[in-house]
DNA sequence: GATCCTCGAGTTCG
DNA sequence: CTCGAGGATC
């Protein structure tokens, strides 16, 4: 039939099309030298356009007309990353990059390994996964582990490619920085007056800020660019250098910096981060540094892995931007566990991009080493990061206005004696019903990784006390709406929504409550150790000092404060209110003690594919195993994922047996761990 | 006793 | 992110 045959047709001038605009998006926005007019592409869209009307069941998610495609969300959904982004160290000068360079090189047993230096771009990281040439999904590293799903917003990213040739590995990732360059920030900038609306401290937030906007249509808008820094993971052949597999991200479409640099040395690197210092000023985005990497991905592999950084890589950082302002006041704060943390109060001063108002200090030794006074002249910085230090005094400039501070002898908030343990770097308050402890406490009970509690936060917190209706933590779950549609700004509405939320708080597991509870010493990972190994908070209660020592990660200091905090009356009364309330004191379902792997210790090294490191040793708990983080004689396997660190070679002087990856997946299916 | 790692606690700005 | 403290190991 003739109307098959149009159909027809038009499938494969629609095919056609978008190779064609596939093709001279790459020309124009990859490599910068478009080959048509841009009348020219204008007319190939619209002919794609009007078939793709015509022929909607020809819309591929891929196609170049629906870069924007995607409705607003309500959130973003969190995507775990099949190999996670790693951090780097960092080195602030020429001797501490050759002394990375030694180190390296004394591990790898040779020296004459090539590097690759690449300028560290200030923006965001984020992982773009490709399944059959296709981007399937995009998404923000996160904490390295698990990031945000943000696909539709990174689609509309004209230099990130939706398709890639027919010779890339069937499934592969490939890792960039996006940001905004300083033209883009500047217009952005201008536009943002102009509709009288907030304007961005710098290209890094616009950036970010500009990723992470719920509609897709808002993103699209925004000048993005991104630069492809590394391959991630790929099924299949590799190249075997960092630098060819650059090129060859290149070959598929990618958008490479092209100021990397392959130099063969550490003094060329070395060379290159200095002139980058000069140059960094005449660049069309900004950076923070030069990022240095070891060339040779099979050195990768033998260099392995510390905590979470990379032994082949570090981040050269230029020196950070400092400004000089005036100390007004050493203000304290009481915290959680009493200890009073001195603050700096400054005169408001840019830096870069930010207004620094206050700045802690610590605590008193550190501002008697760096011989800070009241009243100094002070020199600011925001290194790499986003929190203020105060670096030092400028002594030059002192008047003899200036005045020493001392740790208050009174709690600044409960006006109680204050003491200094022998031997801590910290005071603390001494009063345990401290007003400022209290609320600490209670900002911890309902934060995110405790009981979680949303909408709770420092000023209802603050009024609920203030108010008499919440003394301890448990108080909250004995509210009432009366009470609280009592209070300023508290509506019927939000009122149930708290209530809702305090309820919902009930069933949090035994860990989560544990950690809640504030007890010195014990965060939330001593927290998930104890609730392993109790079932209940009342066995925990029971536990004695030597007990819980014989608990490995657990010594005589934690011990004693698990210990003294359920011998404490007022913790002890609170635990009943808690359980009266209803809050579940127990682990959930049966106690791990039944557990096919019931009494054996694993320890995990590199990075597994498929799963995180705490999801790993999870699975190991829901069989009853134990996972510990260091070889000992008592391990009895370790299992070694990709890139191991030095506790392989740990396990091979006590002949631990190991495990691969495939093996230890095989024992998890064979125990019914899913 | 020294040393390596991991964990805990407090923190800034928009 | 930072520092300091706690735990484990040699």
Redesign the pocket.
């Known amino acids: 039939m003739s109307v098959d045959r149009e159909v027809q047709a038009a499938k494969l001038r629609v095919e056609e099309l978008r190779a064609i605009i596939a093709h001279h998006d790459y020309r124009y926005y990859v490599l910068d030298s478009p080959e048509i007019s841009d009348a020219g592409y204008d007319e190939l869209m619209r002919e794609l356009r009007q078939l793709e009307e015509r022929y909607p069941q020809f819309i591929t998610p891929d196609s170049p007309t629906q870069r924007v495609s995607g409705q607003p969300v309500e959130a973003f959904g969190i995507v775990e990353h099949r190999l996670p982004l790693l951090?780097l160290a960092n080195a602030f000068n020429g001797e501490e990059l050759r002394a990375w360079h030694r180190r390296a090189a004394n591990l790898a047993e040779r020296d004459d390994f090539a590097l690759v230096c690449e300028p560290k771009m200030d923006g965001l990281a984020v992982a773009l996964v490709y399944e059959n040439g296709r981007l399937v999904q995009g998404a923000t590293r996160g904490d390295g582990t698990r990031g945000e799903n943000i696909t539709e917003n990174l689609r509309t990213i004209r230099t990130i490619p939706l398709t890639v040739g027919k010779d890339a590995p069937v499934r592969f990732e490939a890792r960039g920085e996006v940001h905004m360059n300083k033209r883009g920030f500047e217009r952005l900038n201008e536009e943002r007056a102009r509709e009288g609306q907030?304007l961005f401290?710098n290209p890094r937030?616009a950036a970010a800020g500009s990723v992470r906007q719920l509609d897709p249509r808002v993103t699209a808008r925004r000048p993005l660019d991104i630069f492809i820094y590394a391959l991630g993971w790929a099924e299949g052949e590799t190249p075997p250098t960092h630098w060819e597999s650059l090129e060859w991200l290149g070959s598929l479409g990618f958008r490479i910096n092209p100021n990397n640099v392959r130099v063969p040395d550490i003094e060329a690197a070395v060379r290159l981060c200095g002139e980058w210092q000069e140059r960094r000023d005449g660049l069309e985005y900004e950076i923070d540094g030069l990022v240095v990497k070891i060339d040779d991905r099979e050195l990768h592999d033998r260099l392995g892995i510390?905590?979470r950084e990379p032994r082949w890589a570090i981040a050269y950082k230029f020196p950070p931007i400092q400004a000089t302002t005036k100390l007004l006041e050493i203000g304290v704060?009481v915290?959680?566990?009493g200890?009073l943390?001195p603050?700096a109060v400054l005169e408001p001063v840019r830096v870069g991009g930010?207004?620094?108002?206050?700045?802690?200090l610590?605590?008193e030794?550190?501002i008697r080493r760096k011989d800070i006074r009241i009243g100094d002249t002070v020199i600011i910085q925001r290194?790499?990061?986003?929190?203020?230090q105060v670096v030092g005094p400028v002594a030059s400039l002192r008047t003899g206005e200036e005045r020493e501070y001392r740790t208050p002898e009174r709690c600044p908030a409960c006006g109680a004696p204050v003491h200094r343990p022998e031997?801590?770097?910290?005071s603390y308050c001494s009063n345990v019903a401290c007003p400022a402890q209290a609320f600490?406490q209670l900002a911890?009970f309902v934060s995110r990784g405790a009981m979680d509690i949303d909408g709770i936060g420092e000023s209802l917190g603050a009024s609920l006390m203030q108010a008499g209706l919440v003394k301890d933590p448990a108080d909250l779950y004995s509210l009432t709406k009366e009470q609280l549609v009592g209070l300023e700004r508290m509506a019927d509405k939000s009122a149930q929504n708290i209530l809702d939320a305090v309820a919902g708080s009930k069933e949090r597991p035994l860990g989560r409550v544990i950690f809640a509870l504030?007890i010195?010493?014990?965060?939330?990972?001593?927290?998930e150790v104890l609730a392993q190994r109790y079932p209940s908070l009342d066995a925990l209660a029971a536990a004695s000092v030597e007990e819980l020592q014989s608990i490995?990660?657990?010594?005589?200091?934690?011990?004693e404060s698990v210990s003294a905090y359920f011998q404490t009356e007022a913790n002890r009364r609170m635990i009943e209110k808690l359980r009266r309330a209803g809050v579940r004191l127990e682990a959930e379902g049966a106690p791990p003690a039944e557990g096919p792997l019931q009494g054996l210790q694993f320890v995990i090294t590199g990075t597994l594919a498929s799963f995180s490191r705490s999801e790993a040793e999870e699975r190991v708990r829901s069989l009853g195993g134990n996972a510990g983080?260091?070889v000992?004689?008592?391990t009895d396997y370790l299992v070694v994922g990709e890139t191991p660190g030095?506790k392989l070679k740990?396990a091979r002087e006590y002949g631990t047996k190991t495990l691969s990856e495939e093996e230890f997946r095989e024992l998890l299916r064979r125990h019914g761990a899913a």
């Open positions: 951090s907030p401290a937030n510390v905590g704060n915290g959680r566990t200890s943390n603050y930010a207004t620094v108002k206050l700045a802690t610590h605590n030794d550190d290194a790499g990061d986003v929190i203020p031997g801590e770097a910290m600490r911890h504030g010195r010493h014990v965060g939330s990972e001593i927290a490995p990660a657990i010594g005589p200091k934690i011990a983080s260091s000992t004689k008592k030095s740990k």
